[in-house]
Each structure stands twice: as structure tokens, then as C-alpha cells.
């Protein structure tokens, strides 16, 4: 039995003694003495260079209020809290309205009656439909993830990943994961959950490493940025300050994935074959047509776009006139006539 398992049988446990007592487990969170600590504990140098990264998305199981307060410390204003059953919320989400949002999907101190924690709870999530398990099927297959100080046993999680990897594929589901002393472990994590492993060393409590690798990271970054204001100095001869790029996190993460997949070259050659179309258009084709998932769809057009090998407006997507654009036009030209025959005669 593992770490999480002992834990959650733990919590059942627990509220069964409190159940005995009359109480909820929640009436445990609000009397409990050492349990102030989810409410007082304060930042520490993690917290500081996980809001240093190009995003302001942030996924997390805990309970605590560790990177409110940080946000707070270093932005000056809230970040937008999203709690387990928030439909609403939620839909925004789902539907790229909310960018900036931390999502604690196993609830928060501030209301102890809503956590995940005992074994039922955690059932409930796995075998019940609910706007928290498709709002993260949403972002598993739309998004890129990186999971840092998280483990990856979570059972609710690991639930909708696996449900999706059978859908999908894991070359199809991008995430990436700090983990101490995994060298042995990359090669089946990739193969069978499409999960990028990034080695630090360490023993016992020591994650020291841990922030090393986020601060490598985050070097890596600073110095794209860097470039790209350059780049623009020499066109414009103004003097910029550096600040942060939408998509470097990402760029940086996927720059090891050299192959184009077969869904890239169908995104590419239909733009390059109509030499610019709108972006929902390209999506018919790709979910109508060629039956691939949307979340799948918009996850490769981002990086076609991220990688410079297509362009975009706010609306359309545009080739970029190079040979492989014409090659890959070529490619799915008979595709592209079945498709709008079809689309003709229907």
C-alpha cells in the first residue's frame, strides 16, 4: 500500500471515530489544534518561483492557502479561487474564458465541509459524472501540464487520465513532472501515460534539487524573452523591459518533441492548401471529418502555432509559405476533396 493509500484510509478512519462523537469531518479541520496550519503556514522560496513561471493557471490538491498568499505578496490583488462544484466557474474554464484562476479541485480550508479527503469522497469523484471531472478532462486534453511537488498517484486524477490515455493515446496527452531521482522511470512514464519525467536528486525530506531545476527553468525562459525583445529592439530601436511571453513555458517544455505527428501534418496541410482559413474551419475538419478529439485538435494547433510553423490572427490560421507547407497540402489533398464533397452533398 502506498503513502496516499495509507492516508486516505486514514481519513475514513477518522471520520468514522468523529462520526461516533456526532461530528463531520469538517468540525476535525475547524477544532484540531495542529490544523491551524493550513490557514497560518506561510510561503516559503517554491512558492516564489512557481509564480515566476509564464502562467497564472494553477491546478492543486491541497488544502492550504500557501499560494493565495504568495499570489497576493507578489502580484498585489486575489487570484480568482475556484472550488470543487463550481459550474459556473467551471464552464468558464472549459471555455478558455478564465485564464487566470487557481483551481483547489479537492476544496479548501476555507470551507472544510467541501474537502476530499476519505475514501468515499474520492469514489464519488472516480464513479460519479460531475462538472469537476469534465472540467479536467477539458484542460488534460487541451492543456499542457506540469506537475510540480505533486505527486502523480492521485486516484481521482490518475482516474481521468487513464480514461482519456485509452481514448486518446498517450502520445496525445502532454504532461510534465518533476520527480527525484526517476532515471529509471522516464522511459515507461512516457511510454504509457505520455508523461515527460525531469530528474532532480535528493534523499529523504531533501527537494533542495527540486528548486535548482525551477530556477534552470525559469533561466531558460528569462533568456527566450530576452530574445524575443531583442528581436524586436532591431525593428523598433525603442528600449524594452523584459517581461514575460505568452507560450515560452511551453515552448521550452515541448522543444524535445522534434516529430511531427500525423494529426500536424493534417492541421498543416489544410491550412496551407486554402492558404489561410478561420480556425473554427480548420476544427470541422479535424473533429468532423477526421474524427480527432477537440481537445486534441486545439492541443496541436497551439503547438504548430508555438513552434512557428503555421501563424495566426484572432480568428484565422495561416501558412507560413515554406516547403513543407506545400508538402504537406500535397499530402492530404484527397482528404480535403472528400471533405468538402461531403460537405457539398450534405
Known amino acids: 500500500m502506498n503513502q496516499k493509500e495509507d492516508h486516505i484510509e486514514a481519513a475514513s478512519a477518522l471520520t468514522m471515530e468523529l462520526e461516533k462523537q456526532g461530528k463531520a469531518l469538517s468540525d476535525f479541520f475547524i477544532e484540531y489544534p495542529e490544523c491551524k496550519i493550513f490557514k497560518t503556514a506561510e510561503p516559503c522560496e517554491i512558492h516564489d518561483l512557481l509564480l515566476n513561471l509564464p502562467t497564472n493557471s494553477i491546478i492543486t490538491p491541497n488544502y492550504d492557502l500557501l499560494i493565495e498568499k504568495e499570489f497576493l505578496k507578489k502580484k498585489g490583488n486575489d487570484i480568482r479561487v475556484v472550488l470543487p462544484n463550481e459550474p459556473n466557474t467551471l464552464n468558464e474554464i472549459k471555455r478558455d474564458r478564465l485564464k487566470d484562476f487557481l483551481y483547489k479541485y479537492h476544496g479548501c480550508i476555507t ?37 510540480i511537488g505533486a505527486g502523480l498517484k492521485d486516484p481521482d486524477f490518475n482516474h481521468i487520465r487513464d480514461y482519456l490515455i485509452q481514448i486518446n493515446q498517450a502520445q496525445n496527452i502532454e504532461f510534465w513532472a ?65 517581461t514575460k511571453q505568452d507560450g515560452v513555458l511551453r515552448q521550452i517544455l515541448v522543444s524535445a518533441n522534434k516529430k511531427i505527428l500525423p494529426v500536424d501534418e493534417q492541421i498543416l496541410g489544410f491550412v496551407a492548401f486554402f492558404d489561410g482559413i478561420e480556425r473554427t474551419e480548420c476544427e470541422n475538419y479535424m473533429v468532423g471529418f477526421k474524427k480527432t478529439a477537440i481537445g486534441v485538435t486545439n492541443n496541436r494547433i497551439d503547438y504548430l502555432i508555438n513552434h512557428n510553423l503555421i501563424k495566426t490572427t484572432e480568428h484565422y490560421l495561416l501558412p507560413m509559405r515554406e516547403s513543407f507547407s506545400v508538402e504537406a497540402a500535397e499530402l492530404i489533398e484527397e482528404d480535403i476533396m472528400v471533405f468538402l464533397a461531403g460537405r457539398e452533398n450534405g
Not at 474520492?122 to 464513479?127: D, V
Not at 522511470?185 to 504509457?192: G, L
Not at 536528486?201 to 531558460?220: A, F, M, P, R, V
Open 111 to 147: 470551507m472544510p465541509e467541501n474537502i476530499v479527503l476519505k475514501d468515499e469522497d474520492y469514489n464519488t469523484i472516480i464513479h460519479k459524472p460531475s462538472p469537476d471531472t469534465e472540467c479536467l478532462k477539458n484542460l488534460i486534453q487541451s492543456k499542457t501540464f506540469v506537475f
Open 178 to 242: 518533476f520527480m527525484r531521482n526517476c532515471h529509471s522511470e522516464v522511459d515507461f512514464y512516457k511510454h504509457k501515460y505520455g508523461t515527460n519525467l525531469i530528474n532532480y536528486e535528493g534523499e529523504n525530506t531533501d527537494h533542495s534539487d527540486l528548486l535548482n531545476k525551477l530556477s534552470e527553468l525559469l533561466k531558460k525562459i528569462n533568456e527566450l524573452d530576452r530574445k524575443k525583445l531583442s528581436d524586436v529592439d532591431i525593428v523598433t530601436r525603442q528600449d524594452l523591459e523584459p
